[in-house]
């Protein structure tokens, strides 16, 4: 018997070697096309190192991640009325002044730009940032991931229970929904950046002058407060039908008995939904929204063709300091941070969604 258990033993062994030699070639595939340019990128990211140039490359340690990581927080003074010492108070819109929030951030050991103002308890405050740019990306890129996923999530649902339904043309509606997602960003993005032009050569300004809901010259694409919604409608436009295709493959795997049987229940459509639907797509939502939010993290042709230079996202950013200020240790170091962000998002995911590894 132990004779027997031992040869058993020694098969699984030489099983197990073998399989080990097969999966050899994969392993090399992986460390030259994932782990060396990630290395690379690594070892860049704590040099100075300039694109096609012949200075030498020092070793600068975390340098750039503290260029483009540090940040402060200082309160903005009120202006003071030389006689009275009390504040000063903007006569048209009887708000208290503040004095430059410029004068009020660090110089030494390194210069501080504004990143924004806030207001805390009637106090001002101004956050700070060595690389204000930088921090803008991520702060946008977050909330554009976000608020597209979550409205591309909604949508998709909504899009893939209405073409999951059979009825005459039904092939033809899935088509016609597919024809956003099928169309190059590069085109889309230039085609939205046509229709959102900031007078009435524009599609919806024009649209919008008939109904008389505007002046014909909104500034969709310059104004800081549409930048960021104008992205979000073209992203969700253009995204939102591979989400529902996502979904649509959900929902086609799920049997159609349960429905049945909770027909026979007496449960209504809202119920089947919540307790029945939603329950059995938590494995197809999750892939969805890691797919797609790792993603929207890593958005670059919608930023840079429609809004180039005026808005960074996290990747535009990264390739603006590469390509145009040749700094390749500087751009190395945001791709780390871009590498940490999306890392962070997708364990985020997967525990918060239960997702295991023995989940089918």
Do not use: C
Not at 109 to 123: A, D, L, M, N
Not at 136 to 144: A, G, K, L, P, V
Not at 160 to 170: C, M, R, S, W
Not at 246 to 253: E, K, P, W
């Amino acid at each position: 018997m132990a004779k027997g258990s031992d040869g058993v033993g020694e098969l699984a062994k030489k099983e197990q070697r073998l399989a080990y030699f097969l999966l050899l070639p994969t392993f090399i595939i992986l460390i030259v096309i994932a782990i060396y340019p990630l290395g690379s990128v690594l070892v860049n990211s704590f040099t100075n190192n300039v694109f096609a140039s012949s200075e030498p490359v020092e070793f600068i340690g975390l340098e750039n991640y503290v260029e483009l990581l540090s940040m402060t927080v200082k309160k903005v003074p009120a202006k003071l009325d030389e006689n009275t010492g009390e504040p000063l108070i903007d006569p048209d819109t009887g708000e208290v002044q503040y004095e430059s929030s410029v004068r009020v951030l660090p110089r030494e050991p390194r210069r501080f730009k504004p990143v924004t103002t806030f207001s805390v308890f009637g106090s001002r405050y101004v956050l700070g940032a060595s690389d204000p740019s930088f921090i803008r990306s991520i702060w946008d890129t977050i909330i554009f991931s976000m608020v597209t996923v979550f409205l591309e999530l909604v949508l998709g649902i909504i899009v893939a229970l209405i073409i999951d339904v059979n009825f005459p043309g039904q092939g033809l509606m899935r088509a016609i929904i597919l024809v956003p997602w099928a169309i190059p960003t590069a085109v889309s993005s230039q085609m939205w950046a046509f229709m959102l032009q900031p007078n009435r050569t524009g599609f919806f300004n024009t649209v919008l002058w008939h109904l008389g809901l505007g002046n014909g010259e909104i500034p969709f694409l310059t104004d800081p407060a549409l930048q960021l919604p104008s992205m979000i409608v073209i992203d969700v436009w253009k995204t939102t039908p591979f989400m529902a295709l996502l979904i649509l493959a959900g929902l086609q795997l799920i049997p159609k008995d349960i429905y049945e049987a909770a027909n026979v229940d007496g449960a209504g459509a809202a119920r089947k939904f919540f307790s029945l639907t939603l329950p059995l797509l938590r494995g197809t939502i999750a892939v969805a929204l890691v797919f797609r939010t790792l993603d929207a993290l890593r958005v670059f042709d919608l930023f840079q063709i429609v809004l180039g230079q005026a808005r960074y996202s996290m990747a535009s950013f990264t390739y603006y300091q590469l390509i145009q200020n040749r700094a390749m240790g500087y751009s190395s170091a945001s791709s780390i941070v871009i590498f940490v962000v999306l890392s962070i998002f997708a364990v985020i995911y997967m525990r918060s969604l239960g997702v295991t590894s023995d989940e089918q």
